[in-house]
């Protein structure tokens, strides 16, 4: 049976990033920003939500291989579990190490670094593409014979285990530095310092890093995000707008094997004619800033509610899409990401974002009452939607800012 040891984990996410907000809040850390946050649990929440589609045909790949092509019949017993854990978490090194090395694999992966906060938040915000891909390292284990199921919580744990190293909260572990990837570590490969770019790529185990050469310290302070800001706080341009960037590079080169070459070279490499190679730049402390538009105070409670709303439905339809026809699963998946859109747009106070906002409202109570559902829950949603409206329209008229 298969069980998603991610989703059923989401409550225990929000639970901690509650315990370690309050923390930093208690401690005036200020590792915590709302537009920041909000913008990376729309990352996940958007991952989730895509993921529905997929999920499905990416493990029928790997559960194909074994079924046919399997070269050995694995015994059932612990050391098969603890050959099993290595083997998903080696081969997570070399898919996490590839796609900071390879520009179409980064195209996916950048997603999750492109926040300038470190916190648990920053876990949750994941690509929606990166699944498209990720399966591929992992299918030698499935000619040796490891089994699906077990496979897939192996590496759904080694997955979980990442969530608690996105903290700054924790600063050194002793002498499990040696063996295990830690918050220390994982500061380090979330850094946009020059020193610290392509290390530290480790899943569970640090020792890969060690071994391969890709180890990293940390030492000097770290400033979190990509070389060149997204600056942007829109979950689906955050997953396109790189693969924008290499088109137009490629699009900009006559010849076809610099075309070629844009996709599969390492980020920062560009054709000759172009530049060549342009590698990041050290961190100017006295010019740096956060990307962090202004945006009215009045606006956080609508925003948490319509981000609330989302993440409920999001919840919703992860527990219960199985059950549901396609149909109202697109649909449901559509409006959730047109919220989670509009959320980042308020806080970035975008031109488009007041006609996005009221035909988004709209469209929602007219299909609200074309759905299926019991009269008491209809009433509910479409109560709470008008509401939404209402309260929109009235920040409006006080000429929000």
Not at 183 to 199: A, E, F, M, Q
Not at 236 to 256: C, E, F, M, Q
């Amino acid at each position: 049976m298969k069980v998603d040891y991610i989703a059923l984990s989401v409550p225990v996410f929000f639970i901690l990033i509650g315990i370690e907000l309050t923390y930093t809040f208690y401690k005036k850390l200020n590792y915590y920003r709302l537009n920041d946050s909000i913008a990376n649990l729309s990352q996940g929440i958007g991952q989730q939500l895509t993921g529905i589609f997929m999920k499905t045909a990416l493990f029928f790949g790997y559960k194909f291989i074994f079924e046919h092509w399997r070269i050995f019949d694995m015994p059932k017993g612990i050391w098969v579990w603890v050959l099993l854990f290595i083997g998903v978490d080696f081969f997570y090194y070399w898919f996490h190490r590839m796609s900071h090395q390879v520009n179409a694999l980064w195209a996916a992966h950048i997603v999750h670094h492109q926040s300038e906060e470190y916190n648990l938040t920053v876990a949750l915000r994941q690509s929606w593409f990166q699944g498209w891909f990720s399966w591929v390292f992992y299918l030698p284990l499935a000619f040796v014979g490891f089994d699906p199921i077990m496979f897939l919580t192996l590496s759904s744990f080694n997955t979980l285990y990442q969530f608690w190293i996105h903290t700054r909260a924790i600063k050194s572990m002793g002498v499990l530095e040696y063996v295990f990837n830690t918050p220390s570590h994982h500061r380090v490969h979330h850094g946009s310092n020059p020193k610290y770019i392509d290390k530290n790529h480790a899943g569970t185990l640090i020792i890969w890093d060690r071994l391969f050469n890709t180890f990293q310290k940390e030492e000097e302070e770290v400033f979190y995000g990509i070389t060149k800001p997204l600056a942007s706080f829109n979950p689906v341009w955050a997953n396109l707008h790189y693969w924008g960037d290499l088109i137009a590079t490629a699009r900009r080169s006559p010849k076809l094997s610099d075309k070629v070459k844009v996709f599969i070279k390492p980020p920062g490499w560009f054709p000759a004619h172009l530049g060549g190679f342009q590698p990041a730049a050290e961190v100017d402390i006295s010019t740096y800033h956060k990307y962090n538009p202004y945006y009215d105070a009045k606006l956080s409670g609508y925003v948490l509610l319509q981000f609330t709303i989302a993440l409920a439905l999001g919840a919703a339809l992860l527990f219960s899409y199985q059950k549901m026809q396609i149909e109202p699963v697109i649909s449901a998946t559509i409006f959730t990401i047109a919220t989670l859109v509009s959320c980042g747009a308020l806080l970035e106070q975008k031109k488009w974002q007041l006609i996005f906002e009221y035909i988004r409202l709209l469209i929602s109570v007219i299909a609200l009452t074309l759905l299926k559902v019991p009269v008491g829950l209809l009433v509910v949603l479409a109560a709470i939607q008008v509401i939404s409206l209402i309260w929109f329209y009235n920040l409006q008229k006080g000429k929000l800012k």
